[in-house]
């Protein structure tokens, strides 16, 4: 849980209203202060979030505030999410799944995903979830599971290797056949496609660093 002692508190730049920077230790505040910063310290989660994200957190903090201050985000987010549900008039389709386990070297293509079409009232747990195994993957640590959502929880990278590969090709033609057969006229088009083509490019991903060996065979 988070700490009810940690204060959160924002740095505005002191010629503008841009977020600078997001800090909780009293030599960083002073040192803002020093720097004649505009500082906040009343902003909820939802504020924050609204106002870092689709950005990486990292840009905003270093990994003991993201840390300190996941959890608050994670329920913010829930939140915002849950809210919108109750109003949504269509089926809502929201990015895969990050696993705890997720690659490293996948994270910024997810990110830019994300962001091409990021949506605050659908994409707020999925880019918590990818901020904190960022956070985790940036420094070494182990992801804390209990700040991503259940669908995260519940996913793992490493199952697509338990997988045949002439599966996994099968599942890579589908979308791309996806891709092409996508009514343009459809308002979800964009979104859909781009979570088409992310899954098609992190499957490929995982063909060419799971099945060397089968791929070496494999007639040129």
Not at 25 to 43: R, V, Y
Not at 95 to 100: C, H, I, K, L, S
Not at 186 to 207: F, H, K, T
């Amino acid at each position: 849980m988070t700490d009810p002692d940690v204060t959160p508190f924002a740095v505005y730049s002191p010629d503008g209203p841009t977020l600078t920077r997001i800090v909780i230790t009293d030599e960083e505040i002073q040192s803002w202060h020093q720097a004649g910063a505009e500082i906040i310290d009343t902003h909820s989660p939802v504020d924050l979030l609204l106002e870092m994200a689709p950005e990486p957190a990292s840009a905003y903090m270093d990994n003991a505030t993201w840390t300190a201050l996941a959890p608050a985000f994670k329920q913010a987010a829930v939140d915002v999410t849950e809210q919108y549900l109750q109003i949504a008039e269509r089926p809502i389709y929201k990015m895969p799944p990050v696993a705890p386990d997720f690659p490293a070297p996948l994270i910024k293509d997810r990110m830019d995903a994300l962001t091409n079409v990021f949506d605050a009232n659908i994409d707020l747990e999925s880019w918590v979830d990818l901020q904190e195994v960022a956070f985790a993957r940036q420094t070494g640590r182990h992801v804390n599971v209990e700040v991503l959502s259940n669908d995260a929880r519940g996913s793992s990278w490493d199952t697509v290797y338990e997988e045949e590969l002439d599966d996994l090709n099968d599942q890579l033609d589908s979308l791309h056949k996806a891709g092409q057969q996508r009514d343009p006229a459809d308002p979800d088009s964009q979104r859909l496609q781009v979570i088409n083509d992310l899954e098609a490019r992190e499957l490929e991903y995982a063909i060419e660093t799971g099945f060397e060996d089968e791929l070496s065979l494999a007639p040129s």
